[in-house]
């Protein structure tokens, strides 16, 4: 059964019955659509430093101030030079006025400061912030969100910008409720396109060759699909039983395919010399191959356990040991883990603890890849529409769709966006971070 026919039978079916209200449709990114549908607010409470670049970038990408009155498509709080409790009160007033102005799939995006250990109420005021946006991103209705960027005294406005362009737009349509800390970047520091000239601003990765894993079907066919329309030249991976498939796939985006069990002992070795060869080098590495053994611990069994570490976890560790100088001055390491790994997951102890993981290997290499200029993620999917969930039991994919702030399950495109943004070589100022792609899912929270 389709996905789509899923979606309608959840739609117009069960969820009828049980008097669900009806699911927003979310605004995703179109090529050539603008950064927001509607006008927008810029405000700054005390002498925050980035209301300003904000608010410029939003005029050169042709939207429109808002104003103090009528529909906002976003709000944006410059809230980074709040340290006590008198302040954060003017940024719940400036922010309850907007909220019933705020129009569907509309945005909220707060930067806040770094919390402060030397200060105990500025640290306290700092911390505020995370409980107030995914409280916020609760409230919203109609596909709207809500999300925080954590920025340090000395971080750059330019770091900021790529992030701004995300979360406003229809790229970050199912990242909800997410906290991203924006550092100086590392690295020589890149120029993002000019945010009116849409031709650039379409194709953020031009130039970059893109190595994506398990990207023969679901979200791993979609992130390569994305980052070529941004531009990128993608190596598609996946194993040779799945050829065909990713033949498909290379083939439809303009790229190459290379058929490669990352967890064979010589996987990273020949992934290298495949990029050496053909390209000379790598920009942007896609951890996405994964499976899921489920049973509950009582009943796991070493091969089920070891399957899943090795695919998961193992053969991205073995390759990033790998990748050396193949990697760019600009690179950008992207993993993929999973709500599972933050929450955990009845009959998944296996899958859970590889993505936790992941979660743990991104935070380790951060620094030490800082110093040549790379950055290190992971995105953490909750319930993404793909082949892995269509397989569960109706009851459960239907809980798992709905227990989010956004009250539906993803798509794959959601994942790829997200994925897009981090690897970006304007983007040096987010790194060693795990960005949620879940709605707000209910589950980690
Ligand atoms: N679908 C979801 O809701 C969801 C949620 C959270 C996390 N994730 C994660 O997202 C990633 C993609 O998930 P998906 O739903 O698209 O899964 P999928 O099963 O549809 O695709 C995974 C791909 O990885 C490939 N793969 C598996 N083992 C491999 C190996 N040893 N070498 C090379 N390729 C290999 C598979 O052949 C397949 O093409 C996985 O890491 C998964 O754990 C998915």
Known sequence: MSNDLLRDISQFGL???LGVPRIPVLRRHEPGAPLLDGPALVGAVGAGRFAEPVRALLKAAGIADAGDEGKLAAVVLDASAVRTIDELAEVQQFLTPTMRRL????RVL????????TDPEAAAVAHAFDGLIRSIGKELRAGATANLLVTAP??????????????????????????VHVTQPVGEPVDPAPVDDPALVDKPLAGRIAAVTGA??????????????????????????????????????GGTALQLDITAPDAPQRLVTHLKE???????VVHNAGITRDKLLANMDADRWNAVLAVNLRAQLAINAALGDVLSSTGRI?????????????????????????IGMVRALAPQLAER?????????GFIETEMTAKMPLGTREAGRRINSLRQGGLPVDVAETIGWLARAENGGVTGQTVRVCGQSLLGA
């Open 15 to 17: 969820v009828q019955q």
């Open 103 to 106: 129009q569907p799939c509309g």
């Open 110 to 117: 707060l930067i806040a400061p770094e919390p402060d250990d």
């Open 154 to 179: 000395h971080t750059d406005p330019a770091a900021l910008d790529p992030s701004v362009r995300f979360f406003l737009s229809g790229r970050s349509a199912y990242v909800d409720g997410q906290v």
């Open 216 to 253: 023969a079907r679901g979200i791993g066919a979609a992130v390569a699909e994305t980052l070529a329309r941004d531009g990128a030249t993608v190596v598609a991976i996946d194993v040779p039983a799945a050829g065909e498939a990713l033949a498909k796939v290379a083939n439809r985006i």
């Open 278 to 284: 053909r390209y000379g080098r790598v920009d942007v």
């Open 334 to 358: 992207v993993c993929v883990a999973s709500t599972s790994g933050i929450a955990g997951n009845r009959g998944q102890t296996n899958y859970a603890a590889s993505k936790a993981g992941v």
């Open 373 to 381: 200029g790379v950055t290190i993620n992971a995105v953490a999917p």
